[in-house]
């Protein structure tokens, strides 16, 4: 049983920054993708920033530049540094753990709100 546990988040002014952490304890897998996805009220989950086990990394083109993730290798850990928060950054970001090898799996945190005040 994976457990996907996220820390951080709260509310802060437009402009400020945030960091979000989360941390997956259980997973056997070796090639897999962590990162943060988000969900706005009344909108779909979409992605933020995701960095494979291979290192490739993926962000959203709403927040390049602003947000940073980091994963050291052969860790299931990644931190979220989002800088130049904005208003329309507000959602529940939710921490994802998604495993390739050997088998596939698809493991969510509970959710941490982040909400940027203008």
């Known amino acids: 049983q994976v457990r996907v546990v996220e820390s951080g988040g709260g509310l802060v002014q437009a402009g400020g920054s945030l960091r979000l952490s989360c941390e997956a304890f259980?997973?056997?897998?070796?090639?897999?993708?962590m990162g943060w996805y988000r969900q706005a009220p009344g909108k779909e989950r979409e992605l933020v920033a995701v960095k494979a086990s291979t290192g490739v990394t993926q962000y959203a083109d709403s927040v390049k530049g602003r947000f940073t993730i980091v994963r050291e290798k052969g860790e299931n850990m990644v931190t979220l540094q989002m800088n130049g928060l904005k208003p329309e950054d507000t959602a529940v970001y939710y921490c994802?753990?998604?495993?390739?090898?050997?088998?596939?799996?698809?493991?969510w945190g509970q959710g941490t709100q982040v909400t940027v005040s203008s």
């Open positions: 259980g997973s056997s897998s070796k090639i897999n993708v």
């Open positions: 994802n753990l998604q495993g390739y090898y050997p088998s596939y799996s698809d493991n």
